[in-house]
């Protein structure tokens, strides 16, 4: 059974550019949720997904921000307009159904803006 | 959720029992302890959690005191591939209520 996978591992943009993070929860899992780490800093929510619908998006940034999860495909975490200040890693994690205690984690997408 | 306080750092020897505490003096009678740690540069990885009773699973034993109020995160043969940074998170297990809540847990180094 694979792990939450996500894409791209690494991802640099320019100022102004668009970011789309990619996350595939573990198969069975229907819950998402997405967390960033800044450097040298702890990991912070940012929003709960399950399958279309955003549950809590209490952490999220109110402008540019913007996250899915479709009922075919990948979740994704998009970031419009970057700036260098999002420059983190940015984990993916997921949970089965009726087991939400336990949140499995991807490996990260380190986003670099110059 | 309670907030957690945990020691900035801590060492140990290779092949002697870890012992990880945390303060959670202020938490309620529905929280749970959990248990992640992240090894550098990876995502952090589930590790145990519970409510009152002792845990124990592969990787590691969860003790709670009888008032609730502290935990010990025990490894008992703790290894290289050990030393990561360890967090304790306080958390009711409630529909909408999902996130977990990071604080700057306890950097483990595990000396040769």
């Known amino acids: 059974n694979a792990g939450v996978m996500q894409n791209p591992r690494h991802l640099v943009r320019r100022r102004g550019q668009e970011a789309r993070l990619r996350c595939s929860p573990m198969k069975g899992h229907s819950h998402v949720y997405w967390y960033r780490q800044l450097p040298e800093e702890g990991l912070k929510f940012m929003v709960y997904?399950?399958?279309?619908?955003?549950?809590?998006e209490s952490g999220m940034p109110k402008e540019r921000f913007s996250a899915e999860f479709p009922k075919e495909g990948p979740s994704i975490l998009r970031i419009q307009q970057v700036v260098r200040g999002d420059s983190a890693a940015y984990f993916c994690?997921?949970?089965?159904?009726?087991?939400?205690?336990?949140?499995?984690f991807g490996p990260g997408t380190r986003l670099l803006v110059l | 959720d309670a907030k957690t306080t945990q020691p900035t750092s801590m060492d140990c020897a290779e092949g002697r029992a870890a012992n990880l505490p945390c303060n959670h003096s202020?938490?309620?009678?529905?929280?749970?302890v959990y248990w992640y740690r992240q090894i550098h540069s990876q995502g952090p990885q589930y590790i145990i959690h519970g409510l009152k009773n002792n845990e124990t699973n592969e990787m590691a034993s969860l003790i709670i005191t009888e008032d609730r109020k502290s935990s010990t995160l025990i490894l008992p043969h703790a290894t290289l591939r050990d030393t990561a940074v360890y967090y304790c998170i306080v958390r009711v297990d409630d529909f909408g209520n999902e996130k977990l809540t990071f604080g700057t847990g306890t950097r483990l180094t595990i000396i040769p």
């Open positions: 202020t938490i309620s009678g529905n929280e749970y």
């Open positions: 994690a997921s949970s089965p159904p009726g087991r939400r205690e336990t949140q499995y």
């Open positions: 997904l399950q399958k279309e619908n955003i549950i809590d």
